[in-house]
């Protein structure tokens, strides 16, 4: 999570992510190797939420 209260919300990146991708057992093998990513680019939007988008490639 990112504290409100911190200046620089990378800086004092702490605690435990809860978002995640799901996928089916048909679907495991389609994911894509290291393409898994946290888009805390949305953090520095006005008011924005305690969570980030999460995505990950798949080769379907």
């Known amino acids: 999570w990112w504290s409100y209260r911190a200046q620089d919300f990378r800086k004092s990146n702490r605690g435990l992510r809860l978002d995640h991708i799901w996928t089916s057992p048909g679907l495991t093998g389609a994911v ?5 990513r946290i888009h805390d680019d949305v953090r520095e939007w ?5 969570h980030a988008p999460v995505t990950v490639d798949l080769d379907v």
Request: proline share 10%; net charge negative; hydrophobic share 20%.
């Open 32 to 36: 894509v190797k290291d393409t898994a």
């Open 46 to 50: 006005d008011r924005p939420s305690d």
